[in-house]
C-alpha cells in the first residue's frame, strides 16, 4: 500500500519509491517548450522563458499527459494570461495575475535570499537624540526606501516620520514621543523610527523599487504606552477603572502600488483589551513582527491608526507607533521539511477569506469547518495540575482564539517520568464522524504561540513557544491509531525561553499558533494512518473515526516520535526513510509554574473538515486565485526538503515530493475553481 499526505507533507512512501525512479518514458520537451514559447514567452518575457526552459527533475509521462490534455492546459494557459481563442477582458484582476506572473517569475530567476530593505542603523544620531524633520528636508531615507516628514516650523510640530536612538523606557508624556518603549531598536540595535498620524499626510514608507515586503517589526511609544496604561489628561486608562472596558489600539499598514491603486491592508493590534478573561489583556512593550507578505508586490506602504477611545475632538490615544527592521523577505524563512500551515479557525470574509483574529470585527468561524467535539469519553491529566485549568467541557464546541479557552494535560517532572507515571491525556467524541476525504479531515488548536523576541539562547523571535501532544484516533473507542511523527528539534529547551523551530515538527499537535491574535490549528490527514495493520484489518475505520485522544508529551526528551516510518529529506533523490527514531523535546518542565501549576499540552478546540475538492487552493481560502499561484511559484523547481518547499504545492497525482510544470499543469486546470462551502 501506498502512504501519502494529500497535503502536509510526506507520509510513508517506500513502495512508491520504486515506481518513481522507474517512471516511463517521458514526453519530448520539445513539443511542450513549443507550446510554451508559442503562449508564455509573448507574455513574460525572454528571460522567463529561458528559466521555464531548464527541464525540471522529473518528466510527464505518455500516461499521465496526454497530447489532448496538453491541449487542454495550454489552452486554458492562455486564456488566464488573455492570449489566444476568445478574447479576454481587461481587468484589474487581470493586470494583477500578469504582474504576479512576470514578478514571480522573475523573482524565482534572480534570487531567493532574504534581506533587509530598511534597519535605520545607516543614520547617523548622537546618543540619546532624535531627529524629527526640523531642517524642512520633507523625510529621510534608509537602505531602500524613503519615509516622509511633513515638519511645520511655527509650532514646532511634525507628522509622518522621525527616526530616535533614545533608551529611556520610564518617562511619559509628549516629552516622551521619540521614545520606544522597548528601550533599543529590534534585535537591540540603537535605532528605530517612530511614526506619528497627525493632520497633514499620513505616514508613508516609499520604497525604491516596487516589490514584496516580507514584514516589519512595530511596538509602541512611551507617550501611547503610559497613556494607555495609566491614563492622562485627555485619554483614558485602557480597560477603565473596573478593567472590563473592551479598549483598543490598532496600527493598519496599507499597500499600495505605483499608481495609488491599494493592494490590501493589514491591521495589528498594538494594545487589546477585548479578552473576556482580563489576565489576557495586552499593551505591546516588545518587538513583534508583522507579516505583510498578503499585500503582494507594493511600491509604497501607508499608516494609519484608530482606538476605542474617541471624543468630540477624534481619537483621544496618543496617534504614535514604533517601527524597525523592514524586511524584503518573512524575518525567518524555513530551514527544515515540513512547512505545513496552520488551518485558521477565524477568517475575514471581505478580506479574501484570509486569517482574522477572533475578536476582530469583521471575524466569522473559519466555514471550511463542518464540525467539533461535542463529548468527553475521558480525561486523565497529570498529578498536581491546578483546578482552573482542568475543566475538559473547555475542550468542546468551536475554537476561541482564547489564551486561557483551554484544558490543560499537566506536565511530568522528570521524577515522574522515572516513576513511570503516565502522561496526562484527553478522549474526545464527535457526534459527525471524521471521514477521510481529499485534504485534510480535522484539525487540533493548542495555545502555543511565536515568539516576538529575543529573550535567551533558547527563546528565539519568530519561533514558537509550542507544548506538543500526539494525536489517535479510533472508530470504536478502544482501539486507537497513533500518527506517526517526526520531531527533528535536536537538544532540550529551556521551559521559560524554551521555543522551537514549528517547522520540524510532523504529525504532532500544538505547532501551530493560537495566541494573542493568531488563531490557527494543525491539520492532520487520515490517509498518514491508511497503512498502520489496525486500519487495515478493519478495526479502525477512517471513514467513521468518532474518537480523537490527544496524549501530552514531556519535552524531556524521553518520548520519541517514529520517524523511520517517514522520508528523510536528506536522502535526495533516492528517497529513504529516517533510520532512527528521535526524541522530542518542547518547553519542559512547565509544571513548576508557582502558584499556578499548570502546563503541558492546552487543547483548545478540535474541529472537522469539510472535504477540499481542489488541491491547488493551497492557501484553503475556497478559491484557486493569486493568492494560490503567489504561493506555488514562490515554491517552484523545489523539492522536499530544500527552503522554499511548500508541501501544498505538491498537485500532481502520484506525488513525487517535486513541485514542477506538471504541478503547474494542475494550477492552472483548476484555476478559479471554489469551492461548495465557501458558497
Request: charge should be negative; hydrophobic fraction near 40%.
Amino acid at each position: 500500500m501506498t502512504r501519502k499526505q494529500d497535503n502536509g507533507g510526506p507520509g510513508v512512501l517506500a513502495s512508491w519509491n520504486a515506481s518513481v525512479n522507474n517512471r516511463p518514458e517521458a514526453i519530448g520537451w520539445d513539443s511542450v517548450w513549443y507550446e510554451w514559447e508559442k503562449t508564455v514567452v509573448p507574455f513574460v518575457g525572454t528571460a522567463v522563458f529561458l528559466f521555464l526552459k531548464t527541464p525540471s527533475r522529473k518528466g510527464l509521462t505518455k500516461k499521465e499527459v496526454s497530447e489532448k490534455m496538453k491541449r487542454k492546459v495550454f489552452e486554458k494557459q492562455m486564456g488566464i494570461f488573455g492570449i489566444g481563442g476568445r478574447k479576454t477582458t481587461a481587468s484589474v484582476r487581470l493586470i494583477r495575475f500578469r504582474n504576479l506572473v512576470c514578478s514571480f517569475f522573475v523573482l524565482t530567476i534572480v534570487s531567493t535570499a532574504n534581506s533587509e530593505i530598511a534597519t535605520f542603523e545607516d543614520l547617523a544620531l548622537p546618543a540619546e537624540s532624535y531627529w524629527n524633520g526640523s531642517d524642512e528636508s520633507g523625510g529621510f531615507a534608509s537602505g531602500g526606501a524613503y519615509f516622509n516628514n511633513n515638519y511645520n516650523p511655527t509650532w514646532g510640530s511634525w507628522d509622518g516620520f522621525s527616526y530616535s536612538n533614545i533608551t529611556d523606557t520610564t518617562s511619559s508624556g509628549w516629552t516622551a514621543q521619540y521614545n520606544a518603549i522597548t528601550g533599543s531598536g529590534q534585535g537591540g540595535s540603537a535605532n528605530y523610527a517612530v511614526g506619528y498620524v497627525g493632520v497633514s499626510q499620513p505616514p508613508t514608507i516609499t520604497f525604491d523599487t516596487a516589490g514584496l515586503v516580507g514584514g516589519l517589526y512595530v511596538t509602541n511609544n512611551n507617550y501611547a504606552y503610559y497613556s494607555m496604561l495609566k491614563g492622562d489628561a485627555f485619554a483614558k486608562k485602557f480597560g477603565g477603572d473596573s478593567g472590563n472596558d473592551k479598549d483598543w489600539f490598532i496600527l493598519t499598514i496599507t499597500g499600495k502600488e505605483a499608481d495609488g491603486v491599494v493592494t490590501g491592508t493589514v491591521d495589528f493590534y498594538l494594545a487589546d483589551y477585548r479578552f473576556a478573561d482580563n489576565d489576557a489583556d495586552y499593551i505591546v512593550n516588545t518587538w513583534r513582527y508583522v507579516d505583510l507578505t498578503s499585500l503582494g508586490a507594493v511600491k509604497s506602504l501607508e499608516f494609519s491608526v484608530s482606538s476605542s477611545d474617541v471624543g468630540d475632538w477624534g481619537m483621544n490615544t496618543p496617534a504614535y507607533f514604533v517601527v524597525d527592521t523592514i524586511m524584503e523577505r518573512p524575518a525567518f524563512e524555513y530551514i527544515a521539511p515540513y512547512t505545513e500551515a496552520g488551518i485558521n479557525g477565524y477568517i475575514n470574509p471581505d478580506d479574501h477569506w484570509r486569517h482574522a483574529g477572533p475578536q476582530d470585527p469583521n471575524a466569522v468561524i473559519n466555514p471550511i469547518f463542518r464540525g467539533w467535539a461535542t463529548e468527553v469519553v475521558s480525561y486523565q491529566p497529570a498529578p498536581g495540575l491546578a483546578a482552573q485549568w482542568s475543566d475538559p467541557n473547555m475542550a468542546l464546541g468551536p475554537v476561541a482564539g482564547s489564551n486561557v479557552d483551554i484544558v490543560s494535560l499537566g506536565d511530568l517532572s522528570q521524577q515522574q517520568i522515572n516513576q513511570g507515571v503516565p502522561p496526562g491525556q484527553i478522549t474526545l467524541l464527535f457526534s459527525e464522524p471524521i471521514r477521510q476525504g481529499k485534504g485534510y479531515d480535522f484539525v487540533v488548536f493548542e495555545n502555543g504561540f511565536v515568539s516576538s523576541a529575543n529573550l535567551g539562547i533558547d527563546f528565539v523571535a519568530g519561533q514558537m513557544f509550542a507544548e506538543l501532544g500526539y494525536v489517535e484516533v479510533s472508530s470504536n473507542g478502544e482501539d486507537f491509531v497513533r500518527f506517526p511523527a517526526v520531531s527533528l528539534t535536536a537538544e532540550p529547551v529551556d521551559f521559560l525561553f524554551g521555543t522551537i523551530e514549528a517547522d520540524k515538527v510532523h504529525n504532532l499537535a500544538g505547532k501551530h499558533p493560537n495566541a494573542y491574535g493568531t488563531c490557527t490549528g494543525t491539520p492532520f490527514d487520515l490517509q498518514e494512518i491508511a497503512d498502520d495493520p489496525k486500519v487495515v484489518s478493519g478495526l479502525v475505520d477512517i471513514n467513521d473515526i468518532k474518537y480523537v485522544r490527544i496524549v501530552d508529551i514531556p519535552g524531556s526528551g524521553d518520548y520519541y516520535d517514529e520517524a523511520v516510518m517517514h522520508f528523510d529529506p536528506d536522502t535526495w533523490p533516492v528517497w529513504d526513510c529516517y533510520a532512527n527514531n528521535h526524541p522530542i523535546y518542547d518547553a519542559w518542565d512547565t509544571s513548576s509554574v508557582p502558584l499556578h501549576p499548570s502546563g503541558g499540552f492546552d487543547l483548545e478546540a478540535i474541529g472537522v473538515l469539510k472535504e477540499q475538492e481542489y488541491s491547488a487552493d493551497i492557501d484553503l481560502n475556497g478559491v484557486v486565485d493569486v493568492f494560490d499561484f503567489e504561493l506555488f511559484i514562490s515554491a517552484l523547481h523545489s523539492h522536499f526538503g530544500q527552503p522554499n518547499w511548500i508541501a501544498r504545492c505538491d498537485l500532481a497525482e502520484p506525488k513525487d515530493l517535486v513541485i514542477d510544470l506538471s504541478d503547474f499543469a494542475v494550477l492552472i486546470e483548476q484555476w478559479r475553481k471554489t469551492e461548495q462551502w465557501r458558497d
